[in-house]
């Protein structure tokens, strides 16, 4: 796990969240409220598709209009990480936040996180690893095209 996730307030403009995108080097930005709560997150591709599709400047957008109605998978720190790499692989999701028991966020997981803790042998040395060929599962889940002609 990544500690000390960057977050952005629910009234950042998608202007403001690209920009911490870009300065920090991210994909993605847990969306929190007053209370420091995870009400979303925000990814590139959110940001990319809703100034493709919305037709409106990224200054007028904010990320309460893109995480509204949208599920958020997150885990938590007593997860058992298999667990949490089948459920990124049924989701179809790279990163997730990881929260604490009030609901703040500790940190993020993605494959990066994964992939450091995977061996080449054919099986996991112990209960934090995974056999390569296991994760090579999880990438080819996460990665496949939600539509048919996005196969093409």
Request: aromatic share 2%; proline share 4%; with cysteine.
């Amino acid at each position: 796990m990544h500690k000390n996730a960057t977050c952005c307030d629910q009234d950042s403009t998608l202007d403001d969240l690209a920009r911490t995108m870009w300065e920090n080097d991210l994909g993605i930005v847990p969306i929190i409220d007053e209370r420091k709560q995870l009400k979303g997150v925000v990814t590139d591709r959110d940001i990319a598709m809703a100034a493709t599709l919305q037709h409106k400047p990224l200054w007028e957008m904010k990320a309460s209009d893109l995480i509204a109605n949208k599920q958020c998978h997150v885990c938590h720190p007593e997860d058992d990480i298999h667990d949490v790499l089948k459920m990124m692989s049924q989701s179809q999701v790279r990163r997730v936040p990881v929260l604490n028991g009030q609901g703040e966020v500790m940190g993020m997981i993605g494959m990066h996180d994964i992939v450091e803790h995977t061996t080449n042998s054919g099986k996991a040395r112990s209960e934090n690893q995974y056999a390569a060929s296991e994760l090579i599962e999880a990438l080819r889940q996460v990665s496949r095209p939600n539509l048919p002609s996005a196969s093409m």
